[in-house]
T-cell receptor, first 112, second 110 residues
């Protein structure tokens, strides 16, 4: 099976812009989670989707949003980008909500 | 507060030496504990989870609820064990919401 695929791998944006990141989970996996990784804060949970519904949300502002489609693919959107949003954004999928997570390679977002 | 603490940022040992990566957690309840590993230029991947009670690549971890710890151990380190190790916690009814520690970089010298 193909692994978790995240696109694009790299993004450069300027402050105030918005960005959409995409994640294709492993075939058959219904749960998709998103994490932000930075050198200072480490890995922080953003949100989790299962069967097209957001089931859990981390402590991030409303500028961060996401959705999941019927084929389990997921997107996350960040509006009104700030410099502090520069990070590696990781997507992970699992068969069900409490199984082990399989991570993608991430999207490196740089906000200038 | 839910928290995972890995006190060592960097742990450097020689090949063949024992390794212990420390992990302490704070959680009011019965969480599930994991160790994830990231080798150079590879994805973050699960190493082991406490409910499985497995030994993966020679590593073991025992959940100590009294000390709220989940230390990762290996009796004889190998150079290929050099990687970033993350301890993580999953609360009940918190599917997909892993709480990670800051990570410990393990460096095994020849």
């Amino acid at each position: 099976k193909a692994g978790v695929t995240q696109t694009p791998r790299y993004l450069i944006k300027t402050r105030g812009q918005q960005v959409t990141l995409s994640c294709s989970p492993i075939s058959g996996h219904r749960s998709v989670s998103w994490y932000q990784q930075t050198p200072g804060q480490g890995l922080q949970f953003l949100f989790e989707y299962f069967s097209e519904t957001q089931r859990n949300k981390g402590n991030f502002p409303g500028r961060f949003s996401g959705r999941q489609f019927s084929n389990s693919r997921s997107e996350m959107n960040v509006s009104t980008l700030e410099l502090g949003d520069s990070a590696l954004y990781l997507c992970a999928s699992s068969e069900n909500r409490f199984e082990k997570l399989f991570f993608g390679s991430g999207t490196q977002l740089s906000v200038l | 507060a839910q928290r995972v603490t890995q006190p060592e940022k960097l742990l450097s040992v020689f090949k063949g030496a024992p390794v212990e990566l420390k992990c302490n957690y704070s959680y009011s309840g019965s969480p599930e504990l994991f160790w994830y590993v990231q080798y150079s230029r590879q994805r973050l991947q699960l190493l082991l989870r406490h409910i499985s009670r497995e030994s993966i690549k020679g590593f073991t971890a025992d959940l100590n609820k009294g000390e709220t710890s989940f230390h990762l151990k290996k009796p004889f380190a190998q150079e290929e064990d050099s990687a970033m190790y993350y301890c993580a916690l999953l609360g009940p009814n918190q599917g997909g919401k892993l709480i990670f520690g800051q990570g410990t970089e393990l460096s095994v010298k020849p």
